[in-house]
């Protein structure tokens, strides 16, 4: 489970959230008293306003690049237009799949991990996408690796 969660986890995504939670951390900061402390008066609040308009604008960029650029058409080139319309199952293959085990102690508390291979089966899908402005049908080829035990 871990394993997977890692392999989704990509720069991409670390840098989708942190435009997506740079203003809300702003925010939040605007209720801390030592914040507050240095926003008094109209040219703080000025400065306040300013800068949350460059945190927005910095999050608006990160998502429309990262999310954008992600299901860009590659027939009319724009952005946001990709949308998955189905899947098929190329292969399935065994494989060894590397899976990490918790150690409990009595109380069932995790005391430790340790990593193993144990057999697996990876499966190969073709995953369709259609553009929703020119029509056109693009796929991905997508691996997935699950343990069978």
């Not at 959230?17 to 008066?41: C, K, M, T």
Request: proline content about 3%.
């Amino acid at each position: 489970m871990l394993i997977k969660l890692y392999d989704k986890m990509s720069i991409v995504n670390i840098f989708k959230w942190f435009g997506i939670l740079l203003p809300v951390f702003n925010i939040l900061a605007l209720f801390s008293s030592d914040y507050r402390a240095e926003i008094q008066g109209i040219s703080g609040v000025l400065s306040w306003i300013m800068a949350e308009i460059v945190f927005l604008f910095i999050s608006f960029c990160l998502i429309y690049f990262v999310v954008g650029k992600k299901s860009k058409c590659p027939s009319c080139k724009k952005p946001f237009s990709l949308k998955q319309t189905g899947q098929e199952i190329v292969s399935k293959e065994n494989v060894s799949v590397l899976v990490e085990n918790k150690t409990r102690d009595r109380n069932g508390e995790v005391t430790g991990t340790s990593e193993q291979y144990v057999p697996g089966i990876r499966t190969t899908y073709k995953v369709y996408y259609t553009c929703k402005h020119c029509g056109k049908v693009t796929y991905q080829t997508v691996s997935e690796s699950q343990p069978t035990l």
